[in-house]
């Protein structure tokens, strides 16, 4: 009767991740809270892991050619959170207002949302595009990079820069689909995306087969191809195949009032991650003083730490299109409920994660790199940083619950404070003037989280989100 039980339970959980992957049209604004979460939280936790595993494969290969190249791609990404930044804020601009059209059962009024908002990143992506391409190589000595680093870095950087568009829409859309609840589209389209990144990264970096060795280049151009084909199965999904939005060539006609709404989510959501990521750029400025070893294995640990991250982000993400849904359904209790559900289930995961990240670092990092001196930096990294990990769990879900009600300046004054007002100053208070070195830099990331996570909690369970009208 136990067997008979067991594989019954274990039917129906197969059954059910199995539905989360399909997708399909749900009503997430009903029923039973925990179904909601786990339906939209299982393809947003896969599609952030293929979004961390670009940099990880990326990390991997280059770091077979050297620490410089290794710091030459962290730089560059750093450099990149520009794009990032405008590209996530747009997303959260259009999940806002997509989940909330949804949520009152207008997806006309939706799909319109969603085609504006991809108006509206062409026109900006263009310009930023333009700039990093005319001057990577001053952008690379701007941010700490020597002058052989830079000329070798550049076409690396100037290829990704070019290629910038792929990454905004790639966001962009994505974000698009969440906001309609449809999280299993934006899943297939990354894993597309990965697949393909996987399969050219080695072979245009080493130069197998057919193909020249093309080393640092071939990475960038790996990249920008495998989320260029990613972005042409969205646009595929977009007009036809979406169970749940449709776009037509009339949604793209400029409604300059709609973009304008739009971009007051987006811009404040944009510089939210602006903030944020910037502070990010001063850190690895600081790392690149302490020696390549010390560059290499920050950028090491940072993208297996973002590897672990962005998993727990699609979860939080869960928060958002909720919230977004059952405010439109004038159901702000749910919206509430669905919130500390997604929390607790975040939560978990990151406490997990942090035990991992404790006893298993150091083979860890032995895979991902082959210098001693870059190796011993990314286990102090791996290991301090990850003491945070609860926190930053409930501290993502809180920024997501707030992004979703379209309250996007909240999150971006509490990143003001956070970052520039907390991390930075003690991230040169610990390693210039207490003499800390790196582990100042360490441990200056852990405590800005902690406290940013505390701020965003208080703040959310005041509750002045529920009035936010978008």
């Known amino acids: 009767m136990t067997t008979y039980t ?3 339970g274990a039917r129906k959980i197969f059954a059910f991740i199995k539905q989360a992957l399909a997708g399909g049209e749900q009503d997430y604004t009903t029923g039973s809270i925990r179904r909601a979460v786990l339906l939209l939280a299982i393809p947003m936790i896969l599609e ?54 949804i949520g009152e059962k207008n997806p006309e009024a939706a799909a319109k949302s969603g085609a504006q908002s991809i108006v509206l990143s062409l026109m900006i992506t263009v310009l930023v595009s333009v700039a990093g391409v005319v001057f990577a ?8 990079a020597d002058k052989t680093m830079a000329a070798h870095g550049a076409i690396y950087t100037r290829t990704i820069f070019a290629g910038s ?8 859309i994505n974000g698009i689909f969440r906001g309609a609840g449809d999280a299993s589209t934006a899943m297939q389209s990354l894993w597309i995306a990965n697949i393909c990144n996987i399969i050219l990264c080695p072979v245009l970096i080493n130069g197998w087969g057919p193909f020249p060795k093309m080393g640092l280049e071939g990475a960038a151009i790996a990249t920008t191809t495998g989320r260029s084909i990613g972005v042409i199965y969205q646009l595929y999904r977009l007009f036809g195949k ?27 959501g944009a510089v939210q991650f602006l903030i944020g990521s910037a502070s990010w750029i001063v850190l690895a400025s600081l790392m690149i003083g302490f020696g390549p070893d010390a560059m290499a294995g920050y950028q090491v640990a940072i993208r297996l730490i973002m590897f ?14 909720l ?40 083979p860890l990092v032995n895979f991902m790199n082959k210098d001693a001196g870059a190796r011993y930096y990314a286990v102090q990294v791996l290991r301090t940083v990850s003491i945070g990990y609860v926190f930053y769990g409930l501290g993502m879900v809180m920024s997501n619950a707030l992004n979703g009600s379209g309250d996007t300046k909240t999150p971006t004054l509490i990143n003001i404070a956070g970052f520039w007002l907390f ?18 830099v360490f441990i200056a990331i852990v405590s800005s989280e902690v406290f940013i996570t505390i701020l965003s909690t208080i703040i959310f369970m005041r509750g002045k989100w529920k009035k936010v009208v978008v």
Do not use: C
Request: proline share 3%.
């Open 6 to 8: 067991q594989r019954t």
């Open 48 to 101: 952030m892991m293929m979004e961390s595993v670009f940099a990880v494969v990326d990390i991997f290969f280059v770091g077979r050619v050297g620490n410089e190249a290794v710091s030459t791609v962290g730089l560059t990404e750093s450099m990149l959170t520009i794009i990032y930044s405008i590209g996530m804020g747009l997303s959260m601009g259009a999940t806002a207002i997509v989940a909330r059209r």
């Open 137 to 144: 190589g001053d952008l690379l000595k701007l941010i700490g």
């Open 165 to 172: 568009i792929s990454i905004m829409l790639l966001f962009l």
């Open 242 to 268: 979406s169970i749940t939005l449709k776009l037509k060539l009339r949604h793209f006609t400029p409604d300059w009032k709609l973009m304008g709404s739009i971009f007051n989510i987006a811009w404040t």
């Open 308 to 321: 672990f991250l962005l998993p727990a982000w699609g979860m939080s993400n869960a928060a958002a299109t």
């Open 323 to 362: 919230v977004g849904q059952n405010l439109g359904a004038k159901e702000p209790k749910r919206a509430e409920q669905s919130v500390w559900k997604v929390a607790t289930y975040t939560m978990t995961f990151m406490l997990l994660v942090s035990l991992f990240f404790f006893f298993f670092s150091t």
């Open 423 to 440: 991390q930075i100053p003690v991230a040169f208070l610990l390693t210039r003037y207490w003499k800390l070195g790196p582990q100042g």
